[in-house]
Nanobody, 111 residues
């Protein structure tokens, strides 16, 4: 059974940084494409970043240039670092492998 557990969310001030983590079990992140999505209140789900099984990365326009997605194969975890955070980054962030989803972690950007 595949389980994905997100962590690292919380309250951050505008301009601050946050590092989210997606801990996987049942699948090896080293062999999978892993996606981070976010859903803001009243809006649809949007792709934030992807890291391919070979390590290639792709970022959504909303975080491009201020975000880094990475894999830690030793802990089977994918991290998402977002810098220079903005109020519009406020959302629930979820990770996904194939058809499997975590429950998400809330990120709130506010002064």
């Amino acid at each position: 059974q595949v389980q994905l557990v997100e962590s690292g969310g919380g309250l951050v001030q505008p301009g601050g940084s946050l590092r989210l983590s997606c801990a996987a079990s049942g699948r090896a992140v080293s062999s999978e494409n892993v996606q981070w999505y976010r859903q803001a209140p009243g809006k649809g789900r949007k792709l934030v970043a992807v890291i391919g099984h070979l390590g290639t990365t792709l970022y959504g326009d909303s975080v491009k240039g201020r975000s880094t997605i990475s894999k830690d194969n030793a802990t089977n975890t994918v991290h998402l670092q977002i810098n220079n955070m903005k109020q519009e980054d406020t959302a629930i962030y979820c990770c996904s492998i194939s058809k499997y989803w975590g429950k998400g972690t809330q990120v709130t950007v506010s002064s």
